[in-house]
Nanobody, 123 residues
Framework: QLQLVESGGGLVQPGGSLTLSCGPF????????MAWFRQAPGKEREAVSC????????YYLDSVKGRFTISKDDADNTWYLQMNSLKPEDTAVYFC????????????????WGQGTQVTVSS
């Protein structure tokens, strides 16, 4: 099964920034979504952001709106999550995912997953 490759996690102070990347990814089907999920210890995996391949439509979790930006580079088949004004509550393992027909917050919609990258926000 194809596994995605993420990079960019790390330790950052509150208010800092990180950029996560995922890819390259090639899919024969035009209509799919590229997403970022996160999972904190003891919590369920939650959808943070998503972008559709065909139209570029986006979705953001309410708590990250205005701070996180998802984007894609069609030339490199890579997508990114720019995270600004990071808070301690953003600490989690972040996973990239691809699949489905459009953006969804449901884990089961996505067929392909990365191995996860740790993001820790702490002073």
């Amino acid at each position: 099964q194809l596994q995605l490759v993420e990079s960019g996690g790390g330790l950052v102070q509150p208010g800092g920034s990180l950029t996560l990347s995922c890819g390259p990814f090639r899919f024969t089907w035009e209509y799919f979504a590229m997403a970022w999920f996160r999972q904190a210890p003891g919590k369920e995996r939650e959808a943070v952001s998503c972008i559709t391949n065909s139209t570029g439509s986006t979705y953001y979790l309410d708590s990250v709106k205005g701070r996180f930006t998802i984007s894609k580079d069609d030339a490199d088949n890579t997508w990114y999550l720019q995270m600004n004004s990071l808070k301690p509550e953003d600490t989690a393992v972040y996973f990239c995912a691809a699949g489905g027909l459009g953006c969804s917050s449901l884990v089961d919609v996505y067929h392909f997953w990365g191995q996860g990258t740790q993001v820790t926000v702490s002073s």
